[in-house]
């Protein structure tokens, strides 16, 4: 993993006995000797197999880089700075050791922007970052840009592999949510971010094209399924216009879950449907105790 894991290592657990993990050269090793291998890239997979092969396990490798692209040019980046924004004067203050999850991290964009966000201000240097995702290839994709951030692939339906109570800054962008592992793995004075698109986000782009829709009341079904163990402390929206063509849009619609619905007649008409002005809007919810 990476120079600073075996000082963070000590916040994740076993996913066999869920006794405390600790680096022991290339391996992570828990009191009753199960162990997990240090992937040459960094990562460590701490997925155990559950037998017969699942059919998908999470993005692929060109949904990937797909995003990787996307994000790259910049267009949700207000969306990540807007983020890092409420979690620098989040730990303000008292940053001693804290630990910081992305959790459905993708290929890293969000996590790798905070760290460097907040290396670049005065007193937030011993803080441990981590992105799990359940990609294999996510993990292999964002340990290989960001060496010193932790990636795991673990899976948030099954137990989140962080010790009860250790997680100060929880964030989930466009990812799968567990509200009893949430609950379980965040300190008392923790914050959870959960991001989601809106209604209107690409709305005229989808007009256009044979996209998923985005549920009208997700932003309602979220608070209400994070409502009993949290309180909704703060709702921030992110919005901008982007003009989009050629591979910048032929990737945006690759990185999503459009990726695995959309005909490959329509996905060839998507790169030359010439210049698109569309909307980006999303929402941060931000919960605490
Ligand atoms: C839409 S992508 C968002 C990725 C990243 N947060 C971003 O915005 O760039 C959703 C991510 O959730 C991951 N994912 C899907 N199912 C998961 C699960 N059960 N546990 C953890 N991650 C999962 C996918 O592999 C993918 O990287
Ligand atoms: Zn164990």
């Given at each position: 993993?990476?120079?600073n894991?075996?000082?963070?290592?000590?916040?994740?657990?076993?996913?066999?006995?869920?006794?405390?993990?600790?680096?022991?050269?290339?391996?992570?090793?828990?009191?009753?000797?199960?162990?997990?291998?240090?992937?040459?890239?960094?990562?460590?997979?701490?997925?155990?197999?559950?037998?017969?092969?699942?059919?998908?396990?999470?993005?692929?490798?060109?949904?990937?880089?797909?995003?990787?692209?996307?994000?790259?040019?910049?267009?949700?980046?207000?969306?990540?700075?807007?983020?890092n924004?409420?979690?620098?004067?989040?730990?303000?203050?008292?940053?001693?050791?804290?630990?910081?999850?992305?959790?459905?991290?993708?290929?890293?964009?969000?996590?790798?922007?905070?760290?460097?966000?907040?290396?670049?201000?005065?007193?937030?240097?011993?803080?441990?970052?981590?992105?799990?995702?359940?990609?294999?290839?996510?993990?292999?994709?964002?340990?290989?840009?960001?060496?010193d951030?932790?990636?795991?692939?673990?899976?948030?339906?099954?137990?989140?592999?962080?010790s009860?109570?250790?997680?100060?800054?929880?964030?989930?962008?466009?990812?799968?949510?567990?509200?009893?592992?949430?609950?379980?793995?965040?300190?008392?004075?923790?914050?959870?971010?959960?991001?989601?698109?809106?209604?209107?986000?690409?709305?005229?782009?989808?007009?256009?094209?044979?996209?998923?829709?985005?549920?009208?009341?997700?932003?309602?079904?979220?608070?209400?399924?994070?409502?009993?163990?949290?309180?909704?402390?703060?709702e921030?929206?992110?919005?901008?216009?982007?003009?989009?063509?050629?591979?910048?849009l032929?990737?945006?619609?690759?990185?999503?879950?459009?990726?695995?619905?959309?005909?490959?007649?329509?996905?060839?008409?998507?790169?030359?449907?010439?210049?698109?002005?569309?909307?980006?809007?999303?929402?941060?919810?931000?919960?605490?105790?």
């Open positions: 993993m990476v120079s894991s075996e000082r963070c290592t000590r916040f994740l657990i076993c996913p066999v006995c869920e006794a405390q993990l600790a680096q022991v050269g290339a391996t992570l090793k828990c009191p009753q000797a199960h162990s997990f291998d240090i992937a040459r890239e960094g990562y460590v997979n701490l997925l155990l197999s559950s037998g017969k092969r699942p059919k998908i396990v999470g993005d692929t490798k060109e949904m990937l880089r797909a995003r990787r692209d996307f994000l790259a040019r910049g267009f949700y980046g207000p969306l990540s700075d807007a983020l924004e409420r979690i620098h004067n989040h730990l303000a203050g008292d940053v001693s050791s804290a630990c910081i999850a992305d959790v459905g991290c993708g290929e890293g964009y969000y996590i790798g922007r905070l760290k460097r966000h907040l290396d670049s201000r005065p007193g937030f240097d011993h803080l441990c970052y981590f992105g799990l995702d359940v990609s294999k290839e996510a993990a292999r994709l964002a340990a290989k840009r960001y060496q951030i932790c990636f795991i692939v673990a899976s948030v339906n099954r137990k989140l592999l962080f009860g109570g250790s997680v100060r800054v929880l964030t989930n962008v466009f990812a799968p949510r567990n509200v009893v592992e949430f609950d379980r793995v965040l300190a008392q004075d923790g914050v959870l971010l959960i991001v989601i698109p809106n209604p209107r986000h690409l709305a005229s782009l989808r007009s256009r094209l044979d996209l998923l829709s985005i549920e009208p009341d997700k932003r309602d079904k979220v608070i209400e399924q994070f409502a009993g163990p949290f309180r909704l402390a703060g921030h929206t992110v919005e901008r216009e982007m003009g989009l063509e050629g591979d910048a032929l990737a945006l619609v690759q990185m999503t879950p459009n990726y695995w619905h959309i005909s490959s007649e329509a996905l060839d008409g998507v790169k030359d449907m010439g210049p698109v002005q569309t909307e980006a809007s999303f929402t941060i919810l931000e919960f605490r105790r």
